[in-house]
C-alpha cells in the first residue's frame, strides 16, 4: 500500500470485522510507520473493547464522519455478502475531474452477513449461523472415535479473519484430509426405518434439520428412507414418529427411556 490508507467503516458492521481490519492497520503501522491510517465511521459504530487504546498506542486516526468526497487512488471492498467472494474492486480516478479528497488506499467495511450463499449450504447440507457463516459438523459415536462427513469449513467461509490466517487453517485441513486417507474408514450409524411400518406421513422429512429422511413413492405408496450419511442420530425423527417404524440402530426405545428416567432422577 502507498500513500494514507482509508478505512470507511459502514453501518452495521460487525465488531470482529472491525478488529480484524484494525489488526491489519496495525500490521501496516509496523512496516511503514511514517504514513497516515485513519478510520471514518458512523457516530452509532461501537468500539470493540480496546480499539479505542490501541489506536492512539499506535497512532491511528479514529474520525466520527464519513470520508472525503472525491476519493483518488484504490479503492477496496472488504464487505462480505452472500452471493459474492471476498474481492478486492480497483478503481483508478478519471483524469481531469480536479476532484479534491482523500487521497490514498481506500477500504470498505460493509456489513457481515456471510461469504457463501443460502443455497450452497443447503447443498452441503450444513447449518448456517445468523450471520451466514457455515458451522463445522463433526461426529462422535465412541470415546476417541469422531466421524467426520468430509466437509471442511475453513477461513472466510467459518468466520472473518485474516487471508494469513485463512492460508494456516488450509494448510492444517490439508493434514488432516491425508490423515482421513491414511486411516480406516468409519461408518457412520443411522436411524433405521422399517419400510412395512411406515405410513408415509412425512413428520421424519419435515422435521430433520440435516434432510436425512427422503420420501420416496413406492407400489404401496410414500414410504420413507434414509441416507446414513446426512443421519446425526439425532433423535427427532424417532422421537416424533407416530407408528414408532424408526429406530436406533446403537440404543433401543428402552435404553432412551432409562437414560431420560437417570437424568430425571439426577437433575
Not at 469422531?146 to 494469513?164: R, S, W, Y
Not at 434414509?226 to 427427532?236: A, N
Amino acid at each position: 500500500v502507498r500513500g494514507p490508507l482509508a478505512f470507511e467503516v459502514k453501518e452495521g458492521v460487525h465488531p470482529f470485522l472491525l478488529e480484524t481490519a484494525f489488526w491489519d492497520a496495525v500490521m501496516l503501522r509496523h512496516e511503514k510507520p511514517e504514513e497516515r491510517i485513519v478510520f471514518f465511521m458512523p457516530e452509532s459504530v461501537v468500539l470493540p473493547e480496546g480499539f479505542k487504546e490501541g489506536a492512539e498506542k499506535h497512532n491511528i486516526e479514529i474520525i466520527r464522519g464519513s470520508i472525503p468526497g472525491g476519493v483518488t487512488g484504490v479503492t477496496g471492498v472488504m464487505s462480505l455478502r452472500p452471493e459474492r467472494k471476498l474481492r478486492v474492486i480497483v478503481k483508478m480516478p478519471r483524469r481531469g475531474t480536479g476532484v479534491t479528497g482523500w487521497k490514498g488506499a481506500h477500504v470498505k467495511l460493509g456489513k457481515l452477513v456471510g461469504n457463501l450463499s443460502e443455497n450452497l449450504a443447503q447443498a452441503l447440507r450444513i447449518p448456517q449461523d445468523t450471520n451466514g457463516y457455515l458451522a463445522q459438523r463433526r461426529y462422535r459415536i465412541r470415546p476417541r472415535d469422531v466421524v467426520h462427513p468430509g466437509i471442511f469449513v475453513v477461513g472466510g467461509a467459518h468466520t472473518p479473519m485474516p487471508m494469513e490466517e485463512t492460508i494456516n487453517h488450509a494448510f492444517v485441513v490439508a493434514a488432516r484430509i491425508k490423515a482421513l486417507f491414511d486411516t480406516k474408514p468409519k461408518r457412520l450409524p443411522g436411524a433405521q426405518i422399517d419400510e412395512e411400518v411406515c405410513i408415509g406421513c412425512g413428520y421424519c422429512s419435515a422435521v430433520c434439520p440435516y434432510g436425512a429422511p427422503i420420501l420416496e413413492r413406492t407400489d404401496t405408496g410414500h414410504k420413507a428412507r434414509m441416507s446414513p450419511r446426512f443421519c446425526t442420530l439425532c433423535g427427532l425423527c424417532i422421537a416424533g414418529c407416530p407408528v414408532f417404524a424408526i429406530s436406533d440402530p446403537v440404543k433401543s426405545r428402552d435404553t432412551i427411556k432409562a437414560q431420560i428416567r437417570a437424568w430425571g432422577e439426577t437433575s
